[in-house]
């Protein structure tokens, strides 16, 4: 378990500092290790022996910004979230909705226990309903030989839990059988992958048929996590604002057009977490999108409503994310990043990620239904141009940032 520090989510003109003070302020809050210290001040590059472990036929590295989201308060925690993206805009909207949440007691997000699925097909099945009658009457015997993919797990307390079989096509004799199977902290596809290419055989022998694919699918309904968040008519910026984010929302609903730009604001924030903390940012990606579509419409994955006199957001998707594997351990900014968090279980990380995503979606509903977007937007991006330049200076760059604070 990491023994967690107290730490404060506010830090009074963080923005304003220069880099190197804003790198000693985070370092010495006692969070980081001496090699996460020394990674951020060596200015965070990824060593190419590192990579060249990571990937294939590696060349390089590509680096992204790292930068700490402030004012997060999740269910009742002062949380730095660290962000690795490069629009410029969202770590300083996030921190700014973050502010105006916090003065309602923060964030309160609540993950499902961790179970991923995964599928297996078959085709070519004689009488498949029956077959899947037969698969439900094996059920505990099925789960029982895939533990037996995997033993660490199960001794760690995870395992297969459920099992479920769908009929996709009756003449073609498709069916595909779904495993439940809880992973722990791991993301947890290379288990249930496993699971898939055990049990396939298994299930093959009693029902006959062609073995497909065994693989996860990126949509862990049963794995997802959910957030609320309110905000006080007079802190998001009084009833007219309250009611035009009320009325985004109404729109977002009913719209797919709006839904799913309305969903990419979301996405900031979730993929910039999870980039920073080394996550699998494709198959959250895929997920959110299809959770979204799942009920035959693309909605949005937060909406707004009014609650007493507050505007209250609920965001829900699911989240498969891991504390340990993938290049939680190897990858140094990753480590410190999780070093910032403070955190060892994944469903916990799955709560900051949703956090950061409803944060990132007030920020820009508040811009959309207030000004526009292009006013903030675009001095940001003027930032980013005159760095191009090279004419930036200090003062436009806080300036900027300013705006959103
Ligand atoms: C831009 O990256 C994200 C927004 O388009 C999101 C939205 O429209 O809700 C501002």
Redesign the pocket.
């Known amino acids: 378990m990491v023994e967690r520090r107290t730490v404060s989510s506010r830090i009074s003109g963080f923005y304003r500092k220069p880099l190197n003070n804003r790198v000693e302020i985070i370092t010495g809050n006692g969070l980081l290790s001496e090699e996460s210290k020394a990674h951020l001040d060596g200015g965070g590059y990824l060593d190419p022996t590192v990579a060249d472990r990571l990937s294939e036929n590696v060349i390089g590295c590509h680096s992204l910004p790292l930068a700490v989201a402030l004012n997060f308060r999740i269910n009742g925690r002062d949380v730095l979230v660290p962000m690795a993206v490069e ?1 410029p ?2 770590v300083a909207a996030a921190s700014n909705a973050a502010r105006l949440v916090r003065l309602s007691g923060g964030f309160f997000a609540e993950a499902t226990p961790p179970v991923m699925t995964t599928q297996v097909q078959l085709d070519e099945v004689p009488e498949p309903h029956l077959a899947a009658e037969r698969l439900l009457q094996d059920r505990d015997e099925l789960l029982r030989l895939a533990d037996q993919a995997i033993p660490n797990m199960v001794r760690r307390g995870g395992g297969c839990r459920d099992l479920e079989v769908r009929v996709l096509d009756e003449d073609e004799g498709l069916l595909v059988v779904h495993l439940y199977v809880e992973v722990g902290d791991a993301m947890g596809a290379n288990l249930v992958d496993s699971v898939a290419e055990v049990i396939a055989p298994q299930i093959q022998s009693r029902i006959g048929g062609r073995i497909g694919l065994r693989i996860l699918t990126n949509l862990p309904l049963r794995r997802t996590v959910k957030v609320t968040a309110r905000v006080s008519t007079q802190a998001v910026g009084g009833e007219e604002m309250a009611h035009g984010i009320l009325r ?1 929302s109404r729109f ?1 609903s009913l719209d797919v057009f ?1 839904a799913v ?6 996405m ?1 924030g979730i993929d910039a977490v999870a980039v920073a903390t080394g996550q699998d940012w494709r198959s959250i990606e895929a997920g959110a999108h299809a959770f979204a579509a799942f009920g035959g419409q693309y909605k949005p994955l937060a909406t707004w409503k009014r609650v007493e006199d507050s505007v209250e957001g609920t965001l829900e998707l699911p989240m498969a994310v891991g504390t340990v594997g993938g290049s939680t351990r190897v990858h140094p900014g990753v480590r410190a990043a999780f070093e910032l968090l403070q955190l060892d279980r994944a469903g916990e990380l799955a709560e900051v990620i949703a956090a950061a995503g409803l944060a ?2 007030l920020a ?2 508040r ?2 239904a207030g000004e526009g ?1 292009q006013r903030g ?1 675009m001095r940001l991006h003027h930032r980013k141009a005159t760095l191009f330049a090279e004419t930036e200076s200090a003062a436009v760059a806080n300036q900027a940032e300013g705006e959103f604070r």
């Not at 730009?261 to 979301?266: D, L, M, R, V």
């Open positions: 629009e805009s969202i985004a977002a709006r730009t309305h969903n990419k604001g979301i900031n990132s979606n820009a509903l811009a959309l977007i937007h």
